[in-house]
């Protein structure tokens, strides 16, 4: 794979949708298992935010991969541990947004029935590290430039 040049261009329009996701998250204030089931409406909007909040976040770190590691990442999951290996999140929030990785496919995939104990279980979360991954990714950028 030929290296790519690191593109802040390409990069700032895939964060401020991850902004935009994680803001229609907490528009939904805390929601539980129940509420979900409930509402399919509502379950399908939360669970595609998940969803496309882990697509951008690759999407991003396969960027800076090719970029500075001259190289992709194989999997969701792997595309954050390339992110700390760069230098662009910290391997502590790399470690927590991992997991994230699963959930997407399970939620694209359908690969089980959701268990929307685990999906309402996990917004918090999702909520603050998605916040601080843009956080990170932004500053690095910054100080790359």
């Known amino acids: 794979m030929t290296p790519r040049r690191l593109d802040w261009q390409a990069v700032r329009p895939k964060l401020r949708q991850i902004e935009r996701f994680v803001a229609v998250l907490e528009s939904y204030g805390p929601i539980t298992a129940e509420e979900l089931d409930a509402d399919i409406r509502t379950a399908l909007a939360i669970e595609r935010a998940l969803t496309l909040l882990v697509e951008l976040a690759f999407a991003v770190n396969g960027h800076v991969a090719a970029a500075r590691l001259g190289r992709s990442p194989d999997s969701y999951a792997e595309s954050f541990a390339l992110a700390a290996e760069v230098g662009v999140i910290d391997g502590d929030l790399a470690a927590r947004l991992r997991p994230s990785a699963g959930m997407r ?33 932004a500053a690095w950028f910054s100080s790359t430039s």
């Open 105 to 137: 496919n399970v939620l694209v995939h359908a690969y089980l029935e959701v268990d929307h104990d685990i999906v309402a279980g996990s917004i918090p979360g999702v909520i603050v590290d998605f916040t601080d991954y843009s956080r990170q990714v």
